[in-house]
């Protein structure tokens, strides 16, 4: 069993709607953050979250919004999404004092009609 | 210029055999990390082996050895005695610098395909 919890896991969702990705870690673990993985493509970082302050946020759109309220739980809020954002959504974790591994989720599959 | 290149997208073994997945990587650090991680169909991302930069031991973790050959600038996957459960993506990726894991670097990654 993971300890870096996704849900959902599978999202189908209009373009119009708003939802939102949850994760949560059981890791004692002081940083999070978000992947995208689409098809073909290396995994792109979107945002990072170090000891709930948002440390990084790789140029995207402002239909994705991230919420870190506490160090164990990252929330990606979705809204006016397009057809191209159809992706696996990958949540991940790290001590922050280590740099040695990062931990992930099972991940989310969004699909956007 | 690609920072990770992993050269073979697919690759078929037949089972029981040993697999050697291939990565080499670009930086100009002297501290740096590399990473595999393994992808089921499923989706979630598995760590699998990590290897600083300034170890002088090739990692290894169970049937998983890495391959590091700094001066080849290489860090070639090495699966002992493949399991039909190992079939999946496989991806390389790298830590630019030291402590800070918000640079992964990732490889485009190789899909292992494991015949009964």
């Known amino acids: 069993e993971t300890g870096v919890t996704q849900t959902p896991r599978h999202l189908v969702m209009g373009m119009t709607n708003k939802k939102s990705l949850k994760c949560e870690q059981h890791?004692?673990?002081?940083?999070m953050y978000w992947y995208k993985q689409s098809a073909k493509k290396p995994l792109e970082l979107m945002f990072v979250y170090s000891l709930e302050e948002r440390v990084e946020n790789n140029s995207v759109p402002s239909r994705f919004s991230p919420e870190c309220p506490n160090s164990s739980h990252l929330f990606l809020h979705l809204h006016t999404l397009q057809p191209e954002d159809s992706a696996l959504y990958l949540c991940?974790?790290?001590?922050?004092?280590?740099?040695?591994?990062?931990?992930f989720g099972e991940g989310s599959w969004l699909t956007v009609v | 210029a690609q920072k990770i290149t992993q050269t073979q997208p697919g690759m078929f073994v037949q089972e029981k055999e040993a697999v050697t997945l291939d990565c080499t990587y670009d930086?100009?650090?002297?501290?740096?990390?590399l990473f595999w991680y393994k992808q089921p169909s499923s989706g979630e991302m598995i760590f699998l082996i990590y290897q600083g930069s300034y170890d002088e031991q090739n990692a290894t973790e169970g049937r998983y050895s890495l391959n590091f050959q700094k001066a080849r600038k290489s860090a070639n996957l090495v699966i002992s005695a493949s399991q039909l459960g190992d079939s999946a993506m496989y991806f390389c990726?790298?830590?630019?610098?030291?402590?800070?894991?918000?640079?992964?670097?990732w490889g485009a990654g190789t899909k292992l395909i494991i015949k009964p």
């Open positions: 990726a790298m830590r630019e610098g030291p402590g800070s894991n918000y640079q992964l670097i």
């Open positions: 930086t100009s650090d002297q501290s740096y990390g």
């Open positions: 890791l004692g673990h002081n940083a």
């Open positions: 991940a974790s790290s001590p922050q004092s280590s740099g040695n591994t990062i931990y």
